[in-house]
């Protein structure tokens, strides 16, 4: 392989496109990071170069005896951002109470986390509507709301931003934790709609942040 992970990547797609076949790793990087990708990309075995090639050919032969392992599930990123929401918004409270800039708005979990649940239910509808990337806007009423509220909690638009930041981390973390349940083949464009979504509700949430900003600076 060209370059350094390409293997890993061909299991993955293997794994994906046959399930059944037996898939085999040959490396002359026996590091452990590279073994922990490999067998969570369900490679069945990691063999060491150099090696005898009559040890390959036992090597081949047992595995095939053997098998390989049940098929795993494959779903699509939607499926699976519709099944985790509860533990992504979890691991997404935990990064923002690290935040000491956000600390200084102090807010309930429910408070901090309320505009999730819609906005996850418009990310799934958007991955699986199929809608073209950078093209006409969604209108999300939970995203203007979300502004609006952030506006009078006391947020500063730095803020609002970081918090659409760390949403995409949490979102990407996710994945990368059922990687080896992701259908491989529309992954790219998938990661690239999340990113636009995500993008275009802070944007709804920022014109509707300021708006409210512009109001409450007029004189009573």
Request: charged content about 20%.
């Amino acid at each position: 392989m060209p370059g350094a992970g390409d293997g890993l990547t061909v299991v993955s797609a293997m794994r994906h496109a046959n399930p059944k076949a037996v898939t085999m790793i040959l490396s002359a990087f026996p590091e452990l990071d590279a073994a922990s990708h490999a067998i969570m990309l369900q490679a069945d075995q990691i063999l060491l170069k150099p090696m005898d090639p009559m040890a390959l050919v036992t090597a081949i032969k047992e595995r095939l005896a053997i098998g390989a392992p049940a098929a795993q599930v494959v779903e699509t990123v939607a499926t699976i951002l519709e099944r985790t929401t509860d533990s992504t918004t979890a691991d997404w409270f935990e990064h923002l109470e690290k935040d000491q800039k956000v600390l200084t708005v102090p807010l309930t979990y429910e408070q901090r986390t309320n505009h999730l649940p819609q906005l996850f239910r418009e990310l799934v509808h958007r991955l699986r509507s199929s809608k073209a990337i950078g093209g006409t806007v969604l209108v999300s009423s939970g995203a203007a709301a979300h502004g609006l509220n952030r506006c009078r909690q006391g947020y500063t638009a730095a803020m609002l931003v970081e918090e659409s930041r760390m949403l995409q981390v949490s979102i990407f973390h996710t994945l990368q934790k059922n990687l080896a349940n992701i259908d491989f083949s529309v992954l790219l464009i998938d990661v690239m709609t999340i990113a636009d979504e995500i993008d275009s509700q802070l944007s709804q949430a920022m014109t509707s942040y300021v708006a409210e900003s512009v109001r409450e600076a007029q004189p009573a």
